[in-house]
């Protein structure tokens, strides 16, 4: 998954506690996104970006927030984490319209 | 809504044996789709890209064929090898400018030697 980078790779919270996650890319792509990836549900959508300074909601956006201040990085924050974001997160870039997606290696995030 | 669907969930297979792997849709109007592998514990890695207007794109031993039509995609594996054991993903994309991908649930695949 060269160009986009996530950190950390693993996480345990506890509920209440809050933090980020990072996604940083080198590919100087306009869109970036974020899903996560629960057992038997596929990905779903949390938020996306179309460029600096321009966010949206996805499918599932309740309990998190983001921001785009740079091309290169897209941060996912947890407000107040909850047991059911215990999931995979993963960050997704793509460039222009006619080229698919580049995902990054992924966050396991369990929150106890 | 988009519904993506994958059937079957799991499959095993002998080496050397032809996979088909399978992707339906509820709602034809898309952009292109897309297939994704993913081994356990790990990123996706994207495999193969088919814009709506093509019928078919080739990469190796893959090939993925959609049919707007019939909201459905098939990814051909020839020749399966115990390395081709992972899960595969199918993402279809709405719109230019709309980006949400609806990924399908995935198949999991065994290649046994």
């Known amino acids: 998954n060269a160009g986009v980078t996530q950190t950390p790779k693993f996480q345990v919270l506890k509920t209440g506690q809050s933090m980020t996650l990072q996604c940083a890319q080198d590919?100087?792509?306009?869109?970036m996104s974020w899903y996560r990836q629960d057992p038997g549900m596929g990905l779903r959508l949390i938020h996306y970006s179309v460029g600096a300074g321009i966010t949206d909601q996805g499918e599932v956006p309740n309990g998190y927030n983001v921001s785009r201040s740079t091309t290169e990085d897209f941060p996912l924050r947890l407000l107040s984490a909850a047991p059911s974001q215990t999931s995979v997160y993963f960050c997704?870039?793509?460039?222009?319209?006619?080229?698919?997606?580049?995902f990054g290696s992924g966050t396991r995030l369990t929150v106890v | 809504k988009q519904e993506v669907t994958q059937i079957p969930a799991a499959l095993s297979v002998p080496e050397g044996e032809n996979l088909v792997l399978n992707c339906s849709f509820t709602?034809?109007?898309?952009?292109?789709l897309q297939w994704f592998r993913q081994d356990p514990g790990k990123g996706l890695t994207s495999l193969l890209l088919i814009q709506s207007s093509q019928r078919e794109q080739t990469s190796g031993r893959l090939n993925a064929s959609l049919d707007k039509s019939s909201g459905r995609s098939t990814l051909y594996i020839a020749a399966s090898q115990p390395g081709d054991s992972a899960t595969y993903l199918c993402?279809?994309?709405?719109?230019?400018?709309?980006?949400?991908?609806?990924f399908g649930a995935g198949t999991t695949v065994t290649v046994r030697a």
């Open positions: 590919m100087n792509h306009e869109y």
């Open positions: 993402a279809v994309r709405p719109g230019f400018n709309d980006y949400k991908l609806s």
């Open positions: 997704a870039v793509q460039d222009k319209p006619n080229y698919g997606y580049t």
């Open positions: 709602d034809s109007a898309i952009y292109n």
